[in-house]
T-cell receptor
Framework: NAGVTQTPKFQVLKTGQSMTLQCAQDMNHEYMSWYRQDPGMGLRLIHY???????DQGEVPNGYNVSRSTTEDFPLRLLSAAPSQTSVYFCASSYVGQGYNSPLHFGNGTRLTVT | QKEVEQDPGPLSVPEGAIVSLNCTYSNSAFQYFMWYRQYSRKGPELLMYTYSSGNKEDGRFTAQVDKSSKYISLFIRDSQPSDSATYLCAMTEASGTYKYIFGTGTRLKVLA
């Protein structure tokens, strides 16, 4: 039972480099999202999607792009990495219920360092 | 003021103790409440999910929601060293809003 799978687990980038963080889920969840977790600030929503072809911005979207071409995958792109993007990134998914918000299921994160 | 406040701890207790973890919130529109456990270098793992006010029990864990006071709690009975982790509360509004707000987490250490 894979759940939410994130790759890579660790990444070091130089300022200005670009990269894509991968996220895949095998639970047929409509809703997928990206969070960053920083000490003392908790989990902050970057972008989310409620289905293929539909994405929207969260609390801290600047510097990040997303797309959703399939139900299973939701990659996060850093176009030009900055030291302020050093963080742990979590992908989370959930079922979109009729009349309720179901809980999020998380991957194990990608630890990104930008030097 | 943050929408969700959670004491960061750390909280140290002896094995076998009852642990109480709490969050307060300001948004009266929150309807669904969750508790997650996060081990070091892992993703948050769902422990409890409740709707509106009341209690829910699952093994050694009890979640309590008091919407009138805007206060939620997680109780852990007979705490074990394996319960040592960071506990995050989370909450969300009615369906269709897709807005989940998390507390910053409480670090718990259970001493053998």
């Amino acid at each position: 039972n894979a759940g939410v799978t994130q790759t890579p687990k660790f990444q070091v980038l130089k300022t200005g480099q670009s990269m894509t963080l991968q996220c895949a889920q095998d639970m047929n969840h409509e809703y997928m999202s990206w969070y960053r977790q920083d000490p003392g600030m908790g989990l902050r929503l970057i972008h989310y999607s409620v289905g293929a072809g539909i994405t929207d911005q969260g609390e801290v979207p600047n510097g990040y792009n997303v797309s959703r071409s399939t139900t299973e995958d939701f990659p996060l792109r850093l176009l030009s990495a900055a030291p302020s993007q050093t963080s742990v990134y979590f992908c989370a998914s959930s079922y979109v219920g009729q009349g309720y918000n179901s809980p999020l299921h998380f991957g194990n994160g990608t630890r990104l360092t930008v030097t | 003021q943050k929408e969700v406040e959670q004491d960061p701890g750390p909280l140290s207790v002896p094995e076998g103790a009852i642990v109480s973890l709490n969050c307060t919130y300001s948004n009266s529109a929150f309807q669904y409440f969750m508790w997650y456990r996060q081990y070091s270098r892992k993703g948050p793992e769902l422990l409890m999910y409740t709707y509106s006010s009341g209690n829910k029990e699952d093994g050694r864990f009890t979640a309590q929601v008091d919407k009138s006071s805007k206060y939620i709690s997680l109780f852990i009975r007979d705490s074990q060293p394996s319960d040592s982790a960071t506990y995050l509360c989370a909450m969300t509004e009615a369906s269709g809003t897709y807005k989940y707000i998390f507390g910053t987490g409480t670090r718990l250490k259970v001493l053998a």
